[in-house]
C-alpha cells in the first residue's frame, strides 16, 4: 500500500479505523503511525502493524476517500523529541 498520511476516526485497544486515500485490500498487512498528543510539551508516536480486516468507500469534502478498519497486532511507542539514553 505505501505511505499515506490521513486521520484516525477511531482507535481502541484491539484496532483503529483509518482514513486513506488509497483503496486498501482486506487481508493486507500495513504498518501505520499514529501521533499521540499535541501539547508544549511535546508528543509520541505509537508505530503500529495490523492486517486490515474491511473497508468502505466514503466521501470527505466531495472526495472518494476509504475508511478501513485495521487490527493494532504491533505496536512501539517512538518519541523523536526524547533524549537519548544514557
Not at 487481508?27 to 503500529?48: D, F, H, K, W
Not at 495490523?50 to 473497508?55: I, K
Amino acid at each position: 500500500m505505501g505511505y499515506a498520511a490521513g486521520p484516525n476516526k477511531n482507535i481502541g485497544s484491539g484496532g483503529v479505523l483509518l482514513i486513506s486515500e488509497q483503496e486498501p485490500h482486506v487481508g493486507e498487512v500495513i504498518e501505520y503511525l499514529i501521533t499521540l498528543g499535541n501539547s508544549p510539551e511535546g508528543s509520541a508516536e505509537l508505530r503500529c502493524g495490523g492486517t486490515v480486516l474491511r473497508f468502505r468507500q466514503v466521501y470527505s469534502a466531495g472526495q472518494p476517500v476509504f475508511e478501513m478498519a485495521v487490527t493494532m497486532d504491533l505496536r512501539q511507542f517512538v518519541r523523536p523529541e526524547a533524549a537519548p539514553l544514557l
